[in-house]
């Protein structure tokens, strides 16, 4: 990215600008990352294509939630959907992060109406995943109901072949079509008791979305949000099957993943921060006092 900055100074898109501020956050260097961020924002942002303005506020809103400013973050995230067409796939994605970033700090009202949105203005993957968060949510909330007939509107969704900055996305509405309504089968299995067979389909769950983003353009694909979904349900089954030890492992294997969540899954602040939390609680059952204060902290 140094290179593409050397060859054109003025680059169009927000990436090149911003690798400064995620290598900063990734090393704990939160205040210079919060610096070299609004930097980008205060002087290159306008001169930015759509596409570009786009992406640095969504990544401006991921740090300021992992400061705790969520005014700002939610902000960051309304002026971003401002740059897209209702509908459009990557609006769909941002609307997905606002939704997350809504049920993250427990404003389920407002989580749930950004959902409907997607499900209304959202097309073949993008409502897919508006569906797919309204059936998690069902589940955990014990309306299995809810659930089966988030599946079933999965089932019916028209995926028409599409594609998006040139690239076939096939691959990525057949992962819907399969993966999504075994994870909401396994939520459904979790909520009832059945641990042991919600752990089996979790994991199936998991190994049919990737981890890491296999789309041409990164914000083609919201997979690793959902493989990490599979991932924490996972570790909550096997808390629920008394087994701490399969439970730390699934938690401390997702808050490894900075990479991932920091800057590359959609609402996947939130997602670490949860993380987080879980393990802290499984410290203290285990008696690992300090790793759980660590947590905490």
Known sequence: ?????RLDPDHPFAIPYLVPSFQAWLAGDVE??????????????ESLLPIGRMSALVHDSRLRLFVGDVPT???????????LAPGASLSSWVRLELALLFRDTGDEGRFLSELAVGEREGRGRGRGHALLWRGLHAARSGDLRGVEDAAEAIRRIPFEESREFGYPTTRFT????????????????????????????????????????????PLATTSPRVHFAAREGIARACAALSDVEGALAAESWIVSRRVELFVTTPAGVGCWIAAVARRAGLRAVSGDHVGARRDAQ
Do not use: K
Request: glycine letters at 2%.
């Open 174 to 217: 057949e992962r819907v079509r399969r993966v999504f309504p075994v994870l909401l089968r396994a939520e459904s299995l979790l909520a009832q008791g059945d641990a042991a067979q919600a752990h089996r389909l979790f994991q199936e769950a998991a190994d049919g979305v990737p981890l890491h983003l296999d789309a041409p353009v």
């Open 73 to 83: 973050a939610v902000l960051d995230l309304e002026r971003a959907l401002a740059e």
């Open 1 to 5: 990215y140094a290179e593409v900055l």
């Open 32 to 45: 210079s990352a919060a610096a070299q961020l609004a930097a980008v924002l205060d002087r290159r942002l």
